[in-house]
């Protein structure tokens, strides 16, 4: 394959992946491969030449937001204050993509069994991003003299910020005008205070 078709290809994909992200998170609805081509103006064929089905669009897709995530680790893993604001903010400054991704990642986890390659890429690069994260984490537990373990942590944080999402995201949180900002720095502030 030469390199001009080769790199064709990727940057195929990586368009039909950014159309495919943008109309999941901005329709907050799941992908009509009709509208998703389109959208990047393609033959609905041309993108099953490119991936094999809806889910293993789906399923890049969280592995790109899963490595955004580890380069937030990366970037910020010598300051936990700094890293947990970020991680936050990432999710909840766009929160429809956090709750919609989470929900596809349930959907296809249980559903779909020929992309084992795929859910073990997203898992690995999910794993790096903890990995990056431990000692800093187990370091600051202990300055603040927390009982919960590194892993539970994780788990407090994850619950917090998806709940947030979920808060901000509401029609009652809308309807009552809260301050989006002010509600995530409050949630930032007592995840990083634990």
Known sequence: MSLVRNQKIILNKQKILESAERLLIDNCQNIVIDDLAKEVDMAKGTIYKYFKSKNQIYLEILIQNEKRLLDISINYNKDIKTFLSNFMLYHLNNSNR??????????????????????????SIREKRIVEMKDITAEHLKRVGSVFSVRDYFSYIWSITYG???????NSCKQAGLDKEKLINFYIDQVINI
């Open 98 to 123: 956090t709750i919609k991704l989470h929900t596809i990642e349930e959907q296809i986890t249980s559903e779909e069994r020929k992309l084992n390659p795929l859910f073990n890429e997203l898992y």
């Open 164 to 170: 947030v999402a979920l808060l901000i995201s509401s």
